[in-house]
């Protein structure tokens, strides 16, 4: 009895402590892709501006685009969360932005 | 006249040699993940690094031989190995990122991937070191440098709280995360008081044929160099905490630093960023390159000199040489410049100690520096020093693990 009791308790550590690990890492990959929306606007209104050049703003697109994947992969069920699927959609469509800027529309 | 002409270059010199790689990096790292309140390590470091580079200078002054040769011959060539390895690896560690940081900006000028830049760079640098002087080195690529004074004017125009700036300067709690600031704080040490810069600087000496008349001179360079070369380091953290704070965005590319100065200063704030970042970065790579290749000559007892022909010493070049396409070669081969910046300035704080503790012993011993020894207020800076090398140390390789991701 006394062992059940310890493996209970010791499931149940695991249980929370996973748990709790799990929320940190995904608020750590939202950070990151609020960070990487914020830089891609940035760089979509340097672009608009003429203040950066084309190059430049395709390697920043690149990154983004790098980031957004890898978020996706990074959150899997949890991207479904609304959430999680807001700050991915906005990092989307500030991608989108950013290209368009690039072909000068 | 002439005193004050040294003095003027000295002084640039030291400014340009203070931003390079990773002093950007991190400043702009810790600006926009804790706006101004990272600002006391940067002050802390540029106080460190001055002291150092102002005793290292009187030592060769004063005694007409580098640290290293002096390190060698007190301690002997058992002891010697540790600090002649750990510089060595942190050397590599730093020179490969700078060479990453100038083919970075090659790559936002052009748009051609960075690693296709790593060896035509390297080559760049061997053909200055092969062909130049230790004049064409040091002040070159310093007065190129001058370029970095962009931080300042795009802080300026941003109009910052300059009380609050001021109050920073204070250490404090961190606002949040205190693992990532404790890692930050580590990291700007590190690339504020990199070894490479002290030895390089105590060569210098020699190069430029100090001698007792010159510790006036040394010492208003030491000191006036790194305070605008911090207060330009402090300039590049105030911009990020005004440009990327605001918009919680963290550095995870070294490619967002092109952004710094484009809302202050738009187009020009841009290109002359992208200038900056490869002249800092060259400068330091250079004077990376000729630090390994006087460590190594001067621990074990080689010809060395930047201006002699290579053809007179010929192990000195033959280091250099092999030393510049070395470090080429993890930039060749895909390393993250950012990732493999953080990872040596951390590395760079961890091997303080082993050149920082036998200073102390050096700048005490009246048969090598006669009168010209360390006072007590030195000494209690320099043991102040050691110690925070020490928890620098210890505290690296956690912080790096817990706080670097």
Known sequence: VTHQRLLACVSLALVLSNGCGASPDRDKTLATVRSWTATARLAADGRRAGATTAAFTSQLGERARKALEEARISLGEAGEHAQARQALDSLAQMIHRLDRELRGE | ?405
């Not at chain 2, 007409?64 to 011959?73: A, F, I, N, S």
């Not at chain 2, 001058?146 to 300042?152: D, I, P, Q």
Request: glycine share 10%; charged share 10%; aromatic share 10%.
């Open chain 2, 1 to 405: 006249m002439k005193k004050w002409g040294e003095i003027s270059l000295g002084v640039i010199t030291s400014m340009g040699g203070f931003l390079e790689v990773g002093s950007i990096a991190t400043a702009a790292q810790g600006g926009a993940e804790y706006g101004y309140q990272l600002a006391w390590a940067i002050v802390l470091g540029v106080l460190g690094l001055a002291c150092l580079m102002e005793m290292t200078g009187r030592l060769s002054a004063v005694s007409g031989r580098t640290y290293v040769d002096l390190l060698r011959e007190r301690f002997g060539i058992r002891f010697f190995v540790a600090p002649l390895v750990a510089v060595l690896v942190v050397s590599f560690m730093v020179l490969a990122s700078e060479i990453g940081g100038v083919s970075l900006a090659l790559q936002m000028a052009t748009g051609v991937d960075y690693r296709w830049w790593a060896l035509p760079v390297a080559f760049l640098g061997w053909l200055l070191l092969w062909r130049g002087t230790f004049g064409l080195v040091e002040q070159g690529t310093a007065l190129l440098g001058l370029v970095a004074l962009v931080f300042a004017v795009g802080a300026w125009k941003l109009h910052p709280h300059w009380s609050a700036v001021g109050a920073a300067v204070v250490p404090s709690r961190p606002s949040h995360d205190g693992m990532r600031y404790w890692y930050l704080v580590v990291s700007i040490l590190g690339a504020s008081i990199s070894p490479y810069l002290y030895l390089f600087y105590s060569a210098g000496a020699i190069e430029d044929g100090w001698t007792q008349e010159y510790l006036g001179v040394n010492r208003v360079t030491a000191w006036l160099g790194n305070l605008f070369g911090g207060g330009l380091n402090l300039m590049v953290l105030v911009v990020a905490a005004l440009v990327f704070a605001p918009h919680r965005i963290r550095l995870d590319a070294y490619e967002q630093i092109g952004l710094l100065l484009v809302s202050p200063l738009g187009r020009a704030g841009f290109v002359l960023l992208v200038a900056t970042l490869f002249v800092t970065c060259f400068g330091a790579m250079v004077e990376i390159t000729l630090s390994v290749a006087y460590l190594l000559a001067q621990g074990l007892g080689w010809q060395w000199s930047e201006n002699l022909p290579p053809s007179l010493d010929a192990r000195f070049s033959l280091t250099y040489t092999v030393v510049i396409f070395t470090a080429a070669l993890p930039i060749v081969a895909g390393a993250e410049p950012l990732a493999l910046t953080n990872v040596s300035m951390v590395v760079s704080a961890a091997s303080l100690p082993l050149t920082v503790v036998p200073l102390l012993v050096l700048m005490n011993d009246r048969d090598v520096l006669t009168r010209h020894g360390n006072k007590w207020p030195a000494n209690l800076a320099l043991v102040a020093i050691a110690l925070l090398s020490v928890v620098l140390l210890i505290a690296a390789v956690p912080l790096q693990l817990m706080g670097g991701g």
